[in-house]
C-alpha cells in the first residue's frame, strides 16, 4: 500500500506481516518463551491513564519537539534501536534507517549485527549533502580484548561518537515463535561480563560508552555508580527473558525508589513504544528519549521513504498528545499529567 495509507506505526506492523515471508516477519516480531513481555510491552502504556489540563496556551507546542542527548541535539526526543538484520525487510539493509534518520535528524544506533558492514553505513551518513546523522554503533562484544580494541578504534576512527554495549544479552533469547520455523540455534555461550569489565572497556576508547539493558533499579544505581553516561532501560523488546518488565516500570520502579538517577545519568529507554503518548509517558517519569526498534525496522520495507515516515508520524503525534494534555513544551511533561494506579502493572 502507498505510505499515504500508513496513519501510525502500528500500520507498518499489519504491512509487514502481510508484505514478509513468514519466517522474516517473525525474526522480527518474535519475543521470549510465552510472548508475556512482548505484549506486556505493548499493553502496559494503557494502563496509565492522562489527566489532559484545558485551556492552557500551547500554541507554540511545535517549537519544542527537540532534545539533547549526550550533547548532540535532535529533532526529537525518540531514537531508532539497534536491530540486528535489515537485509531480512529490505535488500538495501539499515541504509534506509541510516538516510531516514538522517532526514528526520534523530538518532540512529546501528545494531552490532546490520546486514550492512559500519564503514557503509558510515559513509551514507551524509543525508542529501546537508547534515550529518548522528549514529552511535551498538555492540555485544566478545571476551578477546584484542578484538574489543580493534572494534572501538574502528569506531573512533569512524568518526561516531558514542558506543552502546548491550548487557541484557548473558544468554540466548528462549523464542518458540522463531524456532518454530527452525530459525533456533541451540546456543550455549554465557556471557562472563560484570562490572569490573565495564570499568576495563572504559579504559579502552575515549567515547562514552552507553548500556543498553537495564531491568532493576539497582543496576540503574549500580550503572551510575560505574559512571555510566547514559543508559537505557530495556527488556530487548521482550526477546530475552519471559516477565522481564517493560521500560515503563522500570522508570517507575526507579522513579519511586531513587529518583536521583534521572539526574546522574541520562535515561534512555525502549520496549513497545509506538504513539505518542507513549513517549510522553516515559518522558514523565524523567526518561530523555525513547527508542523503537520494530517499527523502524517494519518501516524500513519501504527504505527511507518510510524511515521518514514512521518519524513525521510520531512527531504529529507527541505534538498533539503533550497538547492536548496542555503543555506548551513537552519537556515539562511530568507525573501529574498522569493516573499512576498503585499497581499499574499487573
Ligand atoms: C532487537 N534488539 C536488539 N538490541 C540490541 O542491542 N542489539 C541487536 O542486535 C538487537 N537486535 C534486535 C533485532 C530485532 C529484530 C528486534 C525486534 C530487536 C532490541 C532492540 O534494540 C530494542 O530493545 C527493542 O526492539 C525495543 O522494542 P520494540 O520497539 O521493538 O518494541
Not at 502481510?18 to 510472548?35: D, I, S
Not at 550492512?116 to 578477546?144: C, I, K
Not at 539493558?213 to 543496576?219: F, H, K, S
Not at 498533539?320 to 511533561?333: C, E, P, R, S
Request: hydrophobic share 40%; net charge negative.
Amino acid at each position: 500500500p502507498p505510505l499515504s495509507n500508513v496513519v501510525g506505526l502500528p500500520d507498518f506492523d499489519f504491512i509487514a506481516r502481510q508484505h514478509l515471508a513468514p519466517e522474516n516477519y517473525t525474526y522480527y516480531r518474535n519475543g521470549a518463551a510465552g510472548e508475556w513481555s512482548y505484549r506486556n510491552n505493548l499493553e502496559v502504556f494503557q494502563r496509565v491513564t492522562s489527566r489532559p489540563r484545558v485551556l492552557v496556551n500551547v500554541s507554540q507546542v511545535s517549537t519544542t519537539l527537540g532534545t539533547t542527548i549526550l550533547g548532540q541535539n535532535f529533532s526529537a526526543p525518540f531514537f531508532i534501536c539497534p536491530c540486528a538484520r535489515g537485509e531480512v525487510g529490505n535488500v538495501n539493509g539499515e541504509l534506509g534507517l541510516v538516510q531516514g534518520a538522517a532526514d528526520g535528524d534523530i538518532l540512529y544506533i546501528p545494531s552490532g549485527y546490520s546486514s550492512t558492514p559500519l564503514g557503509e553505513l558510515a559513509a551514507a551518513r551524509v543525508a542529501n549533502g546537508s547534515y550529518e546523522q548522528t549514529m552511535w554503533p551498538q555492540t555485544y562484544l566478545t571476551s578477546n580484548d584484542t578484538e574489543t580494541q580493534i572494534y572501538f578504534d574502528e569506531i573512533a576512527a569512524g568518526g561516531f561518537s558514542a558506543i552502546v554495549f548491550t548487557i541484557d544479552s548473558a544468554a540466548a533469547g528462549v523464542r518458540h515463535r522463531a524456532d518454530r520455523f527452525g530459525a533456533g540455534s541451540v546456543n550455549t555461550a554465557f556471557d562472563g561480563f560484570t562490572w569490573e569489565y565495564y570499568e576495563k572497556l572504559k579504559t579502552m576508547t575515549k567515547l562514552p560508552i552507553v548500556l543498553k539493558g537495564i531491568q532493576t533499579v539497582e543496576d540503574a544505581l549500580l550503572a551510575v555508580e560505574h559512571g555510566a553516561p547514559a543508559i537505557v532501560l530495556s527488556n530487548h523488546g521482550g526477546r530475552n527473558l519471559d516477565t522481564s518488565p517493560s521500560s515503563l516500570e522500570i522508570a517507575y520502579e526507579i522513579h519511586e525508589q531513587a529518583p536521583q538517577v534521572f539526574n546522574q545519568t541520562e535515561v534512555l529507554a525502549d520496549g513497545g513504544v509506538r504513539y505518542g503518548s507513549d513517549v510522553l509517558k516515559l518522558m514523565a517519569l524523567g526518561v530523555k528519549a525513547v527508542g523503537l526498534g520494530r517499527p523502524f525496522m517494519y518501516a524500513n520495507i519501504y527504505g527511507t521513504e518510510g524511515v521518514r515516515h514512521a518519524i513525521e508520524r510520531l512527531k504529529f503525534e507527541v505534538m498533539n498528545d503533550a497538547a492536548h494534555l496542555g503543555l506548551q513544551d513537552i519537556h515539562d511533561v511530568s507525573m501529574k499529567h498522569f493516573k499512576w494506579a498503585p499497581n499499574f502493572w499487573y
